[in-house]
């Protein structure tokens, strides 16, 4: 086994080095959703990867926002390809204790310092910490343990909509790698880590109940609504069309065979959640979303099989006539409501699709409208393969016991990777705390408590992921 | 009967100054909705009421903006109340083809010359032009042939809140009168003419569906929408109540004894839709309001029945969680939807507010909350009365056959002149016409085109119903 010491060392004598790199790149904005900084930030990925020693360093053009590509060789009989985005959430409306690209060092109990950024927990901030460990190994062994395939993208808050495109030019290149890895601060407040095997897949689209599709109520724009007594209501419509769709709760959909192609937790994923509900407490969640009581009044296991292994169908947003403030006595000529479908293994997009239109279909409802908004299908990743354990092993060296999740609640493309044609592995994982992801005054943090690692515990976490995984 | 060429002379010789002076009073802004102009348009109206020798003018405070009240006494046996209103919408947004305060003459074909304004139609431009008449009366006679109250108020377009409390303040004296009369341009396209004796009521009201009033879902902020798999929805709850209120057709409310104090039309009211429906033709307002076909392919005295005693239940508007562009993953904590209720004769507010209640109560949804914006009872007046007579009688002698509509289809506080206490008469009528209320480019036509009235026919057809009313 590699004496890892003196990168040990190296990273804690360029501490507050470190620091400043995490700075720098998060005062680069890049705003996807409104195209701030996009290509300076783009172009300063690119600067850091051939301060690595890259060879190959290219901005792609696969649509959208460019993606950043860097081949790392070294000549290991190891290669991993590494993921990451490069946008962040806007801040647009948001009130923060200190501006959001200026990155200041806050001190923040029980933490110590830490960086207050847009970013800095996702996922700029942590990525910068990934670069100074390997900067940190080259540094001290003069070249990294494996060979890197760096894919990072700049539209993963557009829901990753050139992803596969991207994939899909590289991919003779990718399928040399026997893994795909991103080191990221991964500790809860609590110094605890939740280690996913899995994701959901995800539907979005929104539908549209117009008078004009309809042939029925007002066509073209809403009309005084004294004419309700005489006229249809597109708005109305939508409501009664949407209410044949799940149970009066809102918790079981009906849309005809939705759950049939739904995987059972096998027996391995029902012992991870046997273990997960001894260790996983469902009342941190409730404090964090202000719940207080779960859907059907679920509890211990049950709540978690039901949040990993059942799919959803989500409203995200509702939308039709008068919105704003006052009475404006209209009949509106057209409804809307935005939706998002979260799919298990087994299930895809294009089936959950096709059974909605069906179901709208037989219900009369051929009128209404689903616009696609994209989707993608769920993915999973297996607890025994050498890359997810070498970051097991990490934590373990550590004393600490990961949470392994079978499935995440959330989505992701993890598919492009762990589906067909790839079918690699992927592990993300390390130490570190972040908070505060899409909200006011998001954070990073650099000192550490002793609960969670601070920025120089978090590197050297990336460096034994790194060579556990060459070593396995 | 009185001879009244020589003041038809005097408006014919003045028609110029006639034409400033509506121009005159839209040039002065009355936006209730953002407060501009409002206590300069007030000023403006009780220097008219002064110029006419009212004894009493004063601005009236009782609460919102200021109700302007004057009297004009000339020992008449008779005596009116003549209401208006002195504010105007908002523009804001509007693209307009000359400034809607500059007030500029235009020629629009086929009407000729006409003024472009905000409140020409609506309904400013109009006042004025009885004004004009009330004083061109003055000129030649030395004196009006009625005593009468005015009452103006600047809140009508924000749904008059403070009106009852003003009729309350004035009442003894408003007791006095014989009737509420309003002489405005009542003429359409065609040059038809509308005489509507009552209105409907309204209930306006917001539903609120919270996850904090509900005890469940998400109570204080939108959450991830992973969650919905164990969290319940607020947005799917108020959808699912919704659609327990009608039919699924969105036509028939299904809330218990909703429709058992409407009252049916009489055998008088079913007279008057016969002769109706033989003179309106509803393709008019499919053409204006873009609706191919009517609620349950209504047609004829079916339709307009319908229109004038069916009470409604619309929605004005619906919202909850991401009404943006894009997506956004979130599980919404609150849904609000905008309602109004129709009320025809027989039914009052408290009334449909109870059974409203009642009906989510019985139904689990004690949690979604009713907020009231406002409402009143319908209202109406007879065709046998003196004062509609006398307007009915100005329309005949020109050879124009008014359409008497029982009811209308809209809503307007008309119960507090007719209803106990007052239990007035009230009549609108006169010739003009006008149009784009509450759109750009609202006009109201000068010239003329034998078709519709001009300025002086108009003002002509404001001497006569009063001249009317006095002989009657």
Known sequence: ????????????????????????????????ADGTGMSECARLLQEYYRALGCREVAEVDVGGYP????????GSPKTIINYSMYDVQPVEGEVWSSPPFEAHLQERPPFGRVIVARGAHNSKGGYRMWLNALESIIAVEGKLPVNIFFTAEGEEELGSPHLPAFIDRYLSRLQEADGVLSCIPCQQHDGGIRLTLGVKGIYEFRLECSGERWGRGPEKHDVHSSMKAIADSPVWRLIHALSTLTTPDGNR???????ENAASPTSEDLELIRDLSSQFDPSLWQRTHRIRSWADDLSGQDLLVRFMFSPTLNIQGIWGGHTGAGSKTVLPHKGSCQI??????????????????????????EDIAIFPLGGYPPARTSLRTKLVQSVVRMYRDRGITPQIWPLSGGSWPMYLYCEDPLRLPYCAGGLGHGGGAHSPDEYLVMQGNGTVAGLVEAEKSYVDILYNFVEA
Chains 1, 2 share one sequence.
């Open 1 to 32: 086994m590699k004496d890892r010491r003196a990168i040990y060392q190296y990273i804690e004598d360029h501490e507050a080095e470190h620091i400043a790199r995490v700075q720098e790149y998060l005062r680069q904005p890049s705003i996807s």
């Open 67 to 74: 993606f950043v590509w860097a081949v790392y060789s070294c």
């Open 253 to 259: 959909v009906l849309v005809e065979g939705f759950y």
């Open 340 to 365: 998002d479908i979260r799919l298990v293994p087994g299930m895809t997009v294009e089936e959950v699709h096709d059974k909605l239109r069906r179901h709208l279909d037989r219900h009369g409802y």
